[in-house]
């Protein structure tokens, strides 16, 4: 077995786990790892209870399980029939139908909410189901001829409802013993074609009387287990699952499956620290995975599976009958980062996106699917939610009208190219909100899962290319040549000998230009062009930033401005270092830590002001790469789309000491052409909020007439804020400065109801 996954993963190099796991319990991974143990708990893990094994094991299956409920059936006894239905519903995946029905001398469904009908094995019901257990109380005696003709009953008017025949159709009958066989029943409901099946589970030790329950499930095609105590319960119960799979064995059904996306074992059961940006993003790696430490696990994967038979002709004197001999399942995990590797972001553009479901409908990647939660505000320690792999598409798209997002899902579920508009939510981290239209762009891919491409409308639907063809030459190429010159981290290339995605780094799209890559790297031509002629661009902004070239000229400052007249006084001042210098020193004054410009296409240019006093984020340059999908970017498109030139935004929105929160200016930079706008990039600059707050109180307590009855440096009468343009406070007259970073509404609900009704603010 390891020559054929060391054999795999040569012929393949992105494979990541591969694994097989036998219908007794036998669990092989390649390559090896340090198996996750708690040593102060016992490892209760079974690769037969993974979604991928019972999903391949057998096809799709539809399941009545009978529960009895009558006087003999008390304490101990209910207590290892209900471990016995819990760990039923356990082998079920999403693929399978079920419900449960309980029965003394009358017959009742466990949740009167589903009587004759089956319904999705989800977790989400699953887990309901085995809540509803616990209300299942025993008396009476028990009736098995309503409780089996029920259960037939209840396949019948599901038939019927659906106008097709059910396939793979089973009766779980879980009893202390019967009375008699119920042949009759047997005969007028499933006899002669059998198309039911019936497993039996006898319960108790005491109990040795096993003849009748043992000849319904023998008489149907089915199996019987004596389970005396909890212990026996989860093996006796994965039998069936080789009953089952005997139709798709016999027939040598291949039963390719893909699983809906969930958190590795390996990951789940390590500590989960949260990254510092969105972890769950499209522009960024689910938990920070991507190392190739196989020991902490691969963060969100899907899994394909498939059973692996017995296909040996002959076999020995002592040895099973191959004919119908599931041996196990075999599989490998895809990270779903890998999959958002292929998706060309630069394209889609800023605040578009992609997402997949599966044929349920489930998430498998979104940029709001968060399946982690953190317990305490301000920690770094996450925790899985409890339904996060089985997260709907309607949970995820706020669509102001939610039928809207039906219609989307039900579309994606019939697997047809198509396109909708919808009136959706645009939010910002869940704190500013915006009325926006997407467009949506949707297809299947191989009859796994859906994919859509969704862009805002307007903007999102126009692409900048660059006027001419670059010739790539080596003058092209020194404009890359720059420290201060970074790429966002989803940009991605193909590399040709491994046929995986990787990141496209600065020094490799520097020997694409000079034709020193020997094509090792298989890159969009489009996005090449447009990165080398963004960093051409971009190339005077440092110089700008340096003093080295005249920007204030173009009026974007107040002619008697403070601020200006500080940067003329740079002006006559030859030496290009002591330019810089001045200019620096300017910078420093206003507390600006970091001057920045990202395009749409991924790349970033900066400048730290090596004057500025003890920086207060070191690392913002580094961690602020992704230009289309950082805040900063998105804010000021959404303010340029809202009549904004300017957007300021807090950085740790004070819940830190106001000498060490940031604030964040950036303004767009739009291209006209033939009537159309689009926003190529993004300027900016971070500055010490302190000193923005001691410009804004040196302004606001100003009287420039002489006359004036208050200012806001009487705190006493007036209160003074200067809000964003989503309505949080970035500076106030308050003395104590707790306002600073909170929504407005939180403050003085009352005013901002005010400025809404003045159509200051929109909702």
């Not at 599901?158 to 119920?182: F, H, S």
Request: proline share 3%.
């Amino acid at each position: 077995m390891t020559k054929q996954f060391t054999e795999n993963l040569k012929d393949d190099p992105s494979l990541t786990w591969q694994y097989f796991c036998s219908s007794d319990g036998f669990f092989r991974i390649y390559p090896g790892i340090i198996w996750p143990r708690d040593p102060d708990k016992v490892d209760m893990f079974d690769c037969r209870v993974r979604n991928w094994y019972i999903q391949a094991a057998t096809t799709p299956k539809n399941i009545a399980i009978l529960m009895d409920a009558s006087g003999s059936m008390k304490g101990m006894r209910m207590e290892i029939a209900r471990k016995t239905v819990d760990k039923i519903l356990d082998t079920l995946s999403n693929d399978d139908y079920f419900n449960i029905l309980q029965f003394s001398d009358e017959v009742s469904y466990v949740d009167e909410c589903f009587n004759r009908t089956l319904m999705q094995a989800s977790v989400d019901n699953r887990r309901r189901m085995q809540a509803e257990l616990e209300n299942v109380n025993t008396e009476k005696m028990a009736n098995f001829e309503n409780a089996l003709v029920e259960a037939f009953t209840l396949f019948e008017m599901v038939e019927q409802d659906l106008k097709r025949t059910l396939c793979n159709k089973a009766i779980m009958l879980v009893t202390d013993g019967a009375p008699e066989n119920y042949e009759e029943v047997f005969e007028r409901y499933n006899w002669p074609n059998k198309t039911v099946r019936v497993f039996t589970y006898l319960i108790g030790k005491e109990v040795s009387d096993n003849r009748q329950v043992k000849w319904m499930a023998c008489a149907n095609k089915g199996d019987h287990k004596h389970i005396s105590t909890r212990a026996d319960v989860q093996e006796n119960i994965q039998q069936y699952i080789k009953v089952m799979s005997r139709p798709m064995v016999q027939e040598r059904y291949r039963n390719l499956i893909w699983t809906a996306a969930y958190l590795d074992y390996v990951t789940e059961q390590s500590d989960i620290k949260e990254q510092l940006e969105n972890p769950f993003s499209v522009h960024t790696d689910m938990l920070g995975t991507n190392k190739g430490d196989f020991n902490k696990g691969l963060g969100l994967m899907i899994t394909v599976a498939m059973p692996v038979f017995d296909s040996r002709e002959s076999t020995g004197e002592d040895e099973e009958t191959p004919d119908g001999n599931l041996l196990g399942v075999a599989g490998t995990d895809v990270r779903t980062f890998e999959l958002k590797k292929y998706i060309p972001l630069h394209k889609l553009g800023v605040n578009g996106y992609a997402f997949a479901i599966t044929n349920h409908g489930y998430v498998i990647f979104h940029p709001d699917f968060r399946p982690l939660y953190s317990k305490e505000k301000g920690s770094t320690e996450m925790f899985l939610k409890p339904n996060y792999n089985s997260v709907d598409l309607t949970e995820v798209e706020l669509a102001d009208n939610a039928s809207s997002v039906q219609e989307l899902r039900q579309a994606m579920l019939d697997h047809n190219f198509s396109s909708m508009k919808i009136h959706v939510t645009e939010h910002d981290d869940m704190k500013r909100f915006r009325k926006t239209t997407n467009l949506y762009y949707f297809d299947k891919v191989s009859e796994i899962f859906s994919l859509a491409l969704v862009i805002p409308e307007g903007y999102g639907e126009i692409r900048l290319r660059p006027q001419y063809n670059l010739q790539y030459t080596q003058a092209e190429a020194e404009y890359l040549n720059n420290e201060t010159l970074l790429l966002a981290p989803w940009i991605f290339c193909k590399n040709a000998s491994t046929g995986q995605m990787q990141t496209l780094r600065k020094y490799q799209l520097q020997d694409i230009v000079n034709r020193t890559d020997n094509r090792q790297l298989e890159c969009d031509p489009d996005l090449v062009r447009l990165l080398v002629y963004d960093a051409m661009q971009t190339y005077n902004y440092t110089k700008i930033w340096e003093g080295q070239k005249d920007y204030l000229g173009r009026g974007r400052l107040r002619p008697r401005s403070n601020i200006k007249k500080d940067y003329r006084s740079c002006y006559g001042i030859t030496d290009q270092r002591e330019m810089k210098k001045c200019y620096t020193k300017v910078h420093a004054k206003y507390g600006i830590d970091f001057i920045f410009i990202g395009t749409s296409v991924g790349l970033t240019r900066f400048m730290q002001v090596e004057e500025a006093e003890n920086l207060t984020e070191f690392d913002f340059a580094l961690s602020s790469t992704k230009t289309i999908g950082e805040p900063y970017y998105k804010r000021a498109v959404s303010g340029w789309q809202d009549g904004y030139n300017y957007t300021f935004a807090l950085r740790k929105s004070g819940m830190f000491p106001m000498q060490s929160t940031t604030v964040i200016m950036s303004s767009p930079e739009v291209l006209k052409r033939g009537g159309k706008e689009a926003v190529a990039a993004v300027v900016g600059f971070q500055m010490k909020h302190y000193k923005f707050f001691e410009m804004f109180h040196n302004i606001t307590t100003e009287c420039p007439s002489g006359s004036c009855d208050f200012t806001c440096n009487d705190t006493e009468y007036l209160n003074c804020y200067l809000l964003d343009h989503s309505g949080f406070v970035m500076a106030s007259n308050n003395k104590d400065g707790n306002d600073t970073g909170k929504f407005f509404g939180m403050v003085d609900n009352s005013l901002l109801e005010e400025l809404i009704r003045e159509n200051i603010y929109n909702v």
